[in-house]
């Protein structure tokens, strides 16, 4: 079940999914959904796909009862922060080809800032989006 606290300006949510293919597009599903009205929910979403998408085929937790969890943080008007986090592993960023590889890209011309964190254990590939300074400032 999602978790969402709210205040007037900024909110959380988070939920853990089984690490199967199918469930990359149940995540984007739930932070479309809960992201609803948020600006920057296109771009949120895309990045969600790419780090769950890397979790079910990267990481540990794309072995037997593997899970990850998706948070969100949104601070109306500041930023959309956004981690997925796996069940680690032996990181290999692989090398770029036509078909494969670029999903690390997508993230980094999407994010303002994205970061890879864990180990073995468990590991958060964080991204920071920017609140458009037009849609910020009102003009």
């Known amino acids: 079940m999602p978790v969402r606290e709210m205040t007037p300006q900024s909110w ?4 853990t999914f089984r690490a199967c293919p199918d469930q990359v597009s149940q995540a984007r599903s739930f932070l479309r959904r809960v992201l609803a009205d948020c600006a920057l929910v296109d771009d949120v ?3 969600c796909s790419e780090l769950c998408t890397n979790a079910v085929v990267h ?3 794309a072995g037997p009862g593997g899970q990850f969890t998706v948070r969100a943080e949104v601070r109306e008007g500041d930023y959309v922060w956004l981690e997925v986090e796996d069940q680690g592993g032996r990181w290999r960023p ?4 036509d078909e494969r590889g ?3 890209e997508i993230v980094a011309k999407l994010a303002d800032y994205w970061d ?3 180990d073995d254990t468990a590991r958060v590939v964080c ?3 920017d609140w458009p ?3 910020r400032d009102g003009a």
């Open 12 to 15: 959380t949510c988070s939920r």
């Open 45 to 47: 979403v895309l990045i």
């Open 59 to 61: 990481s540990a937790s």
């Open 94 to 97: 692989a090398a770029s080809s």
């Open 102 to 104: 670029r999903g690390l």
């Open 116 to 118: 890879v964190r864990g």
């Open 127 to 129: 991204a920071r989006l």
């Open 133 to 135: 300074a037009v849609i």
